[in-house]
């Protein structure tokens, strides 16, 4: 691979940095398991994880990794973009349709705004009315999903990195990485069964909140293990298959909660749950790793520690590509936040709420064979070549071009025309940005886990960021045309910012 060389004496990595919590998560004697060391792995150090060769166990391992990003994604693609902007709906709309008002049907009074609006019909003063508390809904219900996701992406961003320098110096039977993956997850899918009751929007930001806080806990070790276990040259396939896991979990899972929608409705909490506890406890039995009670820690020394995050940051090509993918996922996460809400009030014909939340996943199911095909191509191809940018730099800009079909025609097939040219983006993007990041880690050996957990803060700073911004332009301007708009120049933005990357190709 043509990188430059980085290692422990990179010059971003000058100060000394040490890590909180000395002995956490140690397992007692009694708990302690047999963690064999794969038959295909070479010898390493006592304390060091498992480093895989090519052969049966690291594909056994790529399958378990692709499967428990399956498991997770699906909660953020079936419980993220179906049962919580339904929750968000319901509760928004018991408190501005009253009385009377509480039997109105959103589909028709959509419809008449438009056609009086285009001068097709009249309204009553009655319909004016209820026009007024249509806008008032609108603004209220995209404010209060913006409100339910960010804050939860926003203590996700707070608590991965945390989580990331931790799962680096956990000691433990299990390793590093397992205890973090394990217990977030069971705890996880405890909090997701704690969304299904939650009874208001404050509680059920409290609640999403903390499910998507722990999951990471258990997703962010889980990459790191990529850093640790994983080969220089399967890096590429390895992030592919991971990257084809985190995009097929989030289509099951929307498409699986849309479609059962009308028949379990909010009940499909209890497969997500069920589905990532599954996940986890498989994945630790079945790709063990070595004890890492040996593992050498330094002492705790908490200013070193807190700027020990901005080593990472200073490092010009991290500090790029992280841009990069801040602006890329920005700009994504911005157009399709708000699907089920254009379905049913920026297409024409709208949408009722029960045919919205059955399409709304088809929006990305249509895409699948396109991102699947790129996925694995790109994958595979940037490990051939030895290259990462050019990739990154086309999946912006054909991103970029996807958004011009709305602003066009704000119909039902141009979203599904605007999704095919987006998952492809996509497909391209996801391999190869997760390669990138190991490319252009500062020290891949003793702090890949904090160093990945802050390249996972781009990704959730731009999903925190996108739903407020989302959620302004509809107040500001009554519409959804705008958020196309500024979908575009997030996505051409992260194409050009990955230009500005010069130690990698």
Not at 366 to 377: A, D, E, M, N
């Amino acid at each position: 691979m043509h990188t430059r060389h980085r290692g422990i004496h990179s010059h971003a990595a000058t100060t000394p940095i040490t890590h909180p919590m000395k002995g956490l998560t140690r397992m007692s004697d009694e708990s302690q398991s047999s963690t064999v060391e794969a038959p295909d792995s070479p010898e390493s150090p006592a304390g060091a994880p498992v480093r895989y060769t090519p052969g049966r166990t690291l594909r056994r391992y790529i399958l378990w990794y692709a499967l428990v990003s399956i498991a997770i994604t699906a909660v953020w693609g079936g419980a993220g973009a179906i049962l919580i902007p339904n929750q968000v709906q319901d509760l928004i709309f018991s408190t501005i349709f009253l009385g009377g008002d509480a039997h109105v049907n959103l589909v028709q009074l959509t419809n008449l705004k438009a056609a009086v609006a285009a001068g097709n019909a009249t309204a009553t003063p009655d319909q004016t009315r209820l026009f007024g508390l249509l806008t008032t809904f609108e603004a209220a219900r995209v404010t209060a999903l913006a409100l339910v996701t960010s804050v939860g992406t926003i203590g996700t961003l707070i608590a991965q990195p945390l989580v990331g320098v931790l799962s680096d110096r956990t000691r433990s039977r299990l390793g590093r990485r397992a205890p973090w993956i394990l217990y977030g997850g069971l705890l996880g899918a405890i909090l997701i069964v704690a969304v299904r009751y939650a009874p208001s929007i404050a509680l059920l930001v409290v609640f999403w909140t903390l499910t998507s806080i722990v999951l990471n806990a258990s997703m962010t070790p889980m990459m790191a293990t990529v850093a640790d276990r994983v080969p220089e040259d399967r890096l590429g396939t390895a992030s592919a298959m991971g990257g084809l896991g985190n995009f097929l979990g989030g289509i099951l899972g929307g498409a699986l909660a849309g479609g059962l929608f009308a028949l379990i409705g909010f009940d499909f909490y209890f497969v997500l749950a069920m589905l990532v506890a599954v996940a986890v406890i498989l994945f630790v039995v079945l790709n063990r790793d070595r004890s890492s009670n040996d593992s050498r820690r330094e002492p705790l020394h908490w200013k070193r520690f807190l700027l020990g995050f901005l080593v990472p940051l200073r490092d010009r090509d991290f500090r790029w590509v992280w841009i990069s993918r801040v602006f890329l996922l920005f700009g994504f996460t911005i157009s399709s936040t708000l699907s089920l809400y254009m379905l049913q009030s920026f297409v024409r014909p709208a949408m009722s709420q029960t045919q919205a939340s059955a399409m709304a996943p088809l929006l990305t199911v249509v895409g699948l064979p396109f991102t699947i095909i790129t996925l694995l191509v790109a994958g595979r191809w940037s490990d051939k070549i030895s290259r990462r940018k050019p990739f990154v730099i086309v999946a912006g800009s054909l991103m970029a071009t996807s958004m011009v079909i709305p602003l066009i025609s704000p119909t039902v097939p141009a979203l599904f025309a605007q999704s095919i040219l987006a998952c492809t983006a996509f497909g391209i993007f996801l391999p190869v940005d997760q390669a990138l990041f190991v490319d252009v880690l500062p020290d891949r050996t003793a702090s890949a886990g904090r160093d990945l957990g802050i390249a996972a803060m781009a990704t959730n700073i731009g999903q925190a960021l996108a739903p407020i911004l989302a959620a302004q332009i509809v107040v500001l301007t009554g519409g959804y045309s705008m958020v196309w708009a500024a979908g575009l120049v997030l996505a051409a933005t992260a194409a050009l910012t990955m230009l500005r990357v010069k130690g990698v190709r």
